[in-house]
């Protein structure tokens, strides 16, 4: 298993500086290696490709900014940087205010829906909206509420389809792929809307009812039926919101259609993850969080999540709570389905962080490859 200690022999500069930087929580020890790298002969333009890749770039600048000063980043990038930080607020705001207004609605029909990833991490674990980026608005809900969501998200001027940056309109989906997320997927073709604001003018919210392909509802329903209205916001308990995350970075990780987005890893899911840990769960979250797991049979999910936090960060809960789960083969962290078979990554570990994508991982085309492009 690789180690922090060791990881900046294995590394260059420039992607151990991400690892150091992608991350809210930091002691001191994290610190002094930032301020000993930024002091090097950087290559910022990589710094900003890498953590771009890894959708960490202005919580990686921000930390090197408050750790070494403003002054050690090169003029040409500061502006750059404050405009993508101001955009990103922005957005989030128009995101944010959309949903809450969502779940107030759907709320008085007797409907719940529960916030989660950045919808909940954004204001509740990094408490600033120009650090977190989101795209997607994910919410949990029930399957049986399905048909009031979607009369609800209608009149409210969603159209079910998929935002074409290029052409600057709403992609319908076709007949093929309406049967397959009827039939195979795990959530809801996402209900996009294009609004009147300056920034973040498309909206777009993603429904799970479930948390992986095997479409067992009951993990999501226990969710949303432990989850209290806070602030006109559904709120669960953090070891919910852990179980939650895990099982999604799975998913996309050992399935090759996320492959193709580039989205199979990247820090950004593991820092949410790391976070989430550090400020909110105490001993008994992390036992709760166990029981949970192998109560639904979740055990992969949890693990594989929390070898790579261990392989990333190393803050010294990860071996415990890995024990705990009683995995005697791990192999599956390595593997990936492409829907026929499964296979196994040729990749090192670090390079599938900071390429640019792992579409050198397929050897065959995705059996549900149209999902998800």
């Known amino acids: 298993?690789?180690?922090?200690?060791?990881?900046?022999?294995?590394?260059?500069?420039?992607?151990?500086?991400?690892?150091?930087?992608?991350?809210?929580?930091?002691?001191?020890?994290?610190?002094?290696?930032?301020?000993?790298?930024?002091?090097?002969?950087?290559?910022?333009?990589?710094?900003?490709?890498?953590?771009?890749?890894?959708?960490?770039?202005?919580?990686?600048?921000?930390?090197?900014?408050?750790?070494?000063?403003?002054?050690?980043?090169?003029?040409?990038?500061?502006?750059?940087?404050?405009?993508?930080?101001?955009?990103?607020?922005?957005?989030?705001?128009?995101?944010?205010?959309?949903?809450?207004?969502?779940?107030?609605?759907?709320?008085?029909?007797?409907?719940?829906?529960?916030?989660?990833?950045?919808?909940?991490?954004i204001d509740?674990?990094?408490?600033?909206?120009?650090?977190?980026?989101?795209?997607?608005?994910?919410?949990?809900?029930?399957?049986?509420?399905?048909?009031?969501?979607?009369?609800?998200?209608?009149?409210?001027?969603?159209?079910?389809?998929?935002?074409?940056?290029d052409a600057g309109d709403i992609e319908l989906p076709s007949?093929?792929?309406?049967?397959?997320?009827?039939?195979?997927?795990?959530?809801?073709?996402?209900?996009?809307?294009?609004?009147?604001?300056?920034?973040?003018?498309?909206?777009?919210?993603?429904?799970?009812?479930?948390?992986?392909?095997?479409?067992?509802?009951?993990?999501?329903?226990?969710?949303?039926?432990?989850?209290k209205m806070v602030h006109g916001i559904w709120r669960c308990a953090p070891e919910l919101y852990f179980i939650h995350m895990c099982c999604h970075h799975y998913r996309e990780a050992s399935h090759v259609a996320w492959f193709k987005i580039g989205s199979d890893l990247n820090l950004i899911k593991f820092c949410d993850v790391r976070e989430l840990v550090l400020q909110k769960m105490d001993e008994k979250a992390k036992e709760n969080a166990i029981e949970f797991a192998k109560k639904y049979g979740l055990e992969k999910a949890i693990y594989f999540t929390l070898y790579y936090l261990k392989a990333i960060y190393n803050d010294g809960y990860e071996d415990e709570l890995m024990k705990k789960l009683n995995i005697e083969n791990n192999d599956f962290i390595f593997e990936y389905s492409d829907g026929r078979e499964t296979m196994k990554r040729k990749k090192e570990f670090w390079n599938s962080f900071f390429d640019e994508n792992n579409k050198d991982e397929i050897t065959q085309e995705s059996k549900y490859e149209e999902l998800m492009v």
């Open 124 to 165: 509740n674990i990094y408490c600033d909206r120009s650090v977190r980026i989101t795209n997607d608005m994910d919410v949990l809900i029930r399957k049986k509420d399905i048909s009031i969501i979607e009369k609800t998200m209608e009149n409210l001027g969603y159209t079910n389809g998929f935002y074409n940056t």
């Open 175 to 227: 007949s093929v792929k309406r049967m397959l997320y009827k039939t195979k997927m795990y959530n809801l073709i996402p209900f996009t809307k294009i609004v009147d604001r300056e920034m973040g003018n498309v909206v777009t919210l993603d429904f799970s009812f479930a948390m992986d392909f095997n479409l067992d509802t009951t993990p999501v329903e226990e969710l949303i039926n432990q989850s």
């Open 1 to 121: 298993m690789v180690q922090m200690k060791k990881m900046n022999n294995m590394i260059s500069d420039e992607k151990y500086l991400i690892i150091l930087a992608s991350r809210k929580t930091m002691n001191e020890k994290i610190k002094n290696e930032i301020k000993e790298i930024v002091e090097k002969d950087i290559d910022w333009e990589l710094v900003l490709k890498y953590s771009y890749r890894n959708k960490v770039t202005a919580l990686v600048f921000y930390n090197i900014e408050n750790v070494a000063g403003e002054n050690i980043i090169p003029n040409y990038l500061k502006k750059l940087l404050s405009d993508y930080r101001y955009c990103n607020v922005l957005r989030n705001n128009t995101k944010l205010e959309e949903l809450k207004k969502i779940v107030s609605i759907l709320e008085q029909k007797n409907v719940k829906v529960l916030p989660v990833k950045g919808a909940y991490m």
